[in-house]
Every structure is written in C-alpha cells, then in structure tokens.
C-alpha cells in the first residue's frame, strides 16, 4: 500500500477502530487486504477475539479470511518488520498489525493460533442458524435441521396441504374459492403463484402476522399504500428542488389553456401535493420529463403544451439536460409514474383479503412440512433468527446476551444484503451508544451483487450509505486503486 496511493487516506480512515464505516469497494481494491488488517487492529483492543464478528457470504471467503489472518500471526512469529518507513505495503502493515495482535493474544492468553475457531468469522446462514438454535421454541425451528438447498419440493407440500382445504369445511376454503375464480379456475396456475411467493415470503409473511394480529387487510393495506404516495412524491420532491422554481415555470405554461391545446388537467402553478388525490397531476408532470419507457425526453411534442418555435419548449429541454444528470432522480419520478391513482375498489378487497389468509395458512404448512422432513432452508433460517433476537424495542435475552459478547461487526459483500438480514443486523446495534466503543465496518460494491435469487437488495447498500443506521453514524468511504489490472486497461 504505497503512499502515494490516490485512495490512501481512506484506507487509513478505515484502520480507525473508534469509527464505523460503510466502504465501497471495486473488484481488485484489496478490500480482504482491508478487512484482515482491521481485523487484526481490533484484537489489540478487545478482552476476547470472540467479541469481533465478521460476518461473509460464502464458507469459501469466511475459510479464506480466517487463513489468511492465522497466516499472517504465523508469519509474524518468524518474520521481522523491516527498517524504514518509506514503504508502507500492505504487507508490511499487515506484519506490524500481526506482531501486536501475537503480543496481545500472550497477554491474554488466547492461544488463537492453535485454537482459530476463536476467530468469530462465519457466513451469514451460519450465524443465522446460530441465533436461531439459542431459543429453539422461540424461534420455531425445533432443534438443529438440516438447510436445504433446493426447497421447491418442501413449497409444493405446502401449497398441496394448503388446497386440499378446498374441499373441507375450513373457512380458508372461501378464500380458496375466491382466489381459482380470479384465476378462471387454474389450479396450476394458483400452485405457481403459491411456490413463487414462499420464495419471497421474507418479503410479506411479517405484515401477513402483522394484519392478523392488529388490523383488517382492507384497513392496514390502505394505510400501506397512503404512505408509500406520501413518501415517495416527498422523495421526489425533495430531489427536485435544486430545479423547482424553474420546473414550476414550464409546467404552468404546458397546463395552460392556449388555442390548440387543450390539457387533460387543470392548470398547476406549483409542484403537487403528497396524497393520492395529486397523482395524475404528478403523472402530467413526469410525462413532460419522462417517455413512456421511463427514459428522459429528446423531444417534446405540441400534445405537452409547448408548440415548435417556443422558448419554453428550449427551455424544457435544457432542463431535461441538467436534471438527467442525476440518477436518483431518474428513479424517483419513475417510481411516482406508477403509484395507484385511487384504493383498491370492494372486488380487490376480497381478493386482497383471500390471499392474505391464505398466505397465512401457507406459512404454517410450510412449517409443518420443514418439520416433519427436518429440514429448512436460507430464508427460514433467517426468519428464525430474527424472531430470536426480538424488536427493536422488545430485545430478548439472547440479545441482551449477544450485546455483551459482541463489540465489534465486519460485514463482507454488503451489497448482497437481504432486508430481512439487515434487519438481523439492525437489532444486533440497536443497543450500542457512542460511548460503548463499538463499531460496524460494512465493505462491499454495488456493481457486484449476485444474490438477488436469495432476495439480496443492492438498494439497501445505498440506502445505508446515504442515511446510516438509526442510532449509528456511518462515514462512507470510496476505494479507487485497483491492484489487479494495468492502468491502462483501466482507464480505458
């Protein structure tokens, strides 16, 4: 790691143990290199190495971690820091590091290299499954099954158990009923729709509890949806306003009433409001911006209020051009295109209401069935594990316990983070405070995520790294040198 490095001061940021960072980190950036020798920092301040946790996606990349660093304490037995400091490589600062941490593990008696299974690196499905066998009952799983790879054939049970009831006299035969009519009748089809949902169930089975424990689906649904208009047109809006006064200009004169024009909606003086009433004036809006693809405009057309020759309609595209350098708000106004324009009327509300309980029973046969084959799969892993820690503001003992054992969290691949596994994450912080000394160092590169089949959501890596956790500050750093090609490759 030479001095010289355009990046240097942020990989030494990252050495900063009193700091919690999310850092991103390109293919060839040395983010290992990065990890291990904060890694090793942190062991020359913990009581235990257990109180470091680092937490990767594969076994073959948790194997290698903890290889790497046993190899580098190993090294640092034989091996003496070389005079000068004119070089600071990555090995060099890896050996000084490694020769602390040798000190520190003699102090304390650790013994970490004969015993490297005190090194707490693990998958993340294996911490999961850690979490969930602490309270067994309580997080439903029974014991210590086995995880299945492919739980197509665990679904299929599931959905099978679920439509025999078809033919019963139990209440979610109706449901049933209500759910082949809107499918003309096709079973297969509702088989299909059921296996793909328990696919994502981690996606909706919390809000599934939720309405059956405090609300009527039609009650709790509505309000779902007044809040997801809300905050996405005050998403958009506040995107918007470095360009609102002159945005505000053009879409009044586009709305006016002029000879040949004749608008859809009544003239708007000034940006929308936030309710569902203001969608199709925000709608108006983003097709002056927008095509119907979701691509910006290169041309606009008389049907838009601005007729060939005018400056308003020059003005409009040089607008365009300025905002269309910004790739939020790209996405912001495309997700305004297609929020609802109205409630759902009382034919979906039944519809809606059929396949709420339906999901519900589904989710128990889908249990029984992982039960009774003693098996489970990632997903199921995961919502026991988060069952197991509790809310944000009902903790349980476990952790109230983990909270004492674990000071520090390195998390590998962050862009592969599923929501449910950040809310995992979430509840493990929950109870750290500025003073605790803690810290969370999330490492990761958005254009790498590969685990969208396991619902990972590179969305919440820039969510995180433009707001930060609820309780903690996040520095975000950037890693731009890259050690594996030729510059000139690079540039190119």
């Known amino acids: 790691m030479n001095s010289s490095l355009e990046d240097q001061r942020a990989r030494q940021d990252a050495l900063d143990i009193n700091r919690s960072f999310i850092v991103r980190a390109p293919a060839g950036s040395g983010k290992t290199e990065l990890l291990i020798l904060r890694f090793l920092r942190l062991l020359l301040f913990v009581d235990k190495p257990e109180h470091v946790l680092s937490i990767t996606f594969t076994r073959k990349a948790a194997s290698e971690m903890r290889g790497r660093i046993i190899e580098a304490l190993l090294s640092a037995e034989k091996s003496e820091i070389p005079v000068g400091t004119g070089n600071q490589t990555p090995e060099r600062n890896r050996l000084i590091y490694a020769k602390k941490a040798l000190k520190r593990d003699s102090e304390k008696g650790w013994e970490i290299i004969k015993n490297p299974t005190r090194l707490r690196i693990q998958t993340i499905d294996s911490f999961c499954l850690y ?11 029974g014991g210590s099954p086995q995880i299945t790879q492919d739980p197509e054939l665990f679904f299929q049970e599931a959905v099978l158990n679920t439509l025999f009831s078809l033919e019963t006299e139990d209440p979610v035969s109706i449901d049933i009923e209500n759910m082949l009519l809107h499918l003309d009748n096709d079973t297969m089809r509702l088989q299909k729709l059921l296996i793909d949902l328990l696919y994502k169930r981690e996606q909706w089975l919390p809000y599934i509890f939720e309405i059956n424990s405090n609300y009527t689906t039609r009650q709790y649904l509505n ?8 905050e996405s047109i005050v998403n958009l809006k506040d995107g918007l306003m ?5 945005l505000e200009r053009l879409i009044k004169h586009s709305t006016s009433a002029r000879e040949g024009f004749n608008p859809d909606i009544k003239e708007i003086h000034q940006l929308p409001g936030t309710s569902i009433d203001d969608i199709p004036n925000w709608q108006w809006i983003v097709s002056l911006l927008l095509t119907k693809t979701g691509a910006w405009r290169k041309t606009i057309t008389k049907d838009k209020g601005f007729l060939s020759g005018e400056k308003q309609k020059k003005d409009l595209m040089i607008l365009i051009e300025q905002m269309s350098c910004k790739s939020e708000i790209t996405h912001l106004l495309n997700s305004v295109k297609i929020l609802p324009t109205s409630l759902p009327d009382s034919e979906q509300w039944t519809l809606l209401n059929s396949l709420t309980n339906i999901l519900l029973r589904l989710s128990s046969e889908l249990i029984v069935s992982f039960r009774n084959n003693g098996v489970v799969d990632y997903t199921e892993v995961s919502l026991a594990a988060k069952q197991a820690l509790g809310g944000e503001d009902s ?6 316990a983990l909270d004492h054992k674990i000071k520090h969290i390195l998390i590998d691949e962050f862009q592969d983070t599923s929501r449910l596994q950040l809310e995992i994450l979430t509840a493990l912080v929950a109870g750290w405070a500025p003073e605790d000394q803690r810290s969370l160092f999330l490492v990761g590169d958005p254009m790498q995520s590969c685990y969208s089949f396991r619902n990972a959501n590179v969305g919440i890596f820039l969510d995180i790294a433009k707001k930060g956790l609820p309780n903690l500050n996040l520095e975000s750093l950037q890693l ?3 050690f594996r090609s030729s510059s000139s490759l690079i540039d190119w």
């Open 395 to 400: 903790p349980t003992d476990l952790t109230l």
């Open 131 to 141: 979490l969930s066998n602490q309270l067994p009952i309580l997080s439903r799983s």
């Open 480 to 482: 731009n040198v890259n």
């Open 242 to 246: 470095p360009f609102q006064v002159e």
């Open 223 to 230: 309000d779902c949806i007044k809040e997801l208009v809300h």
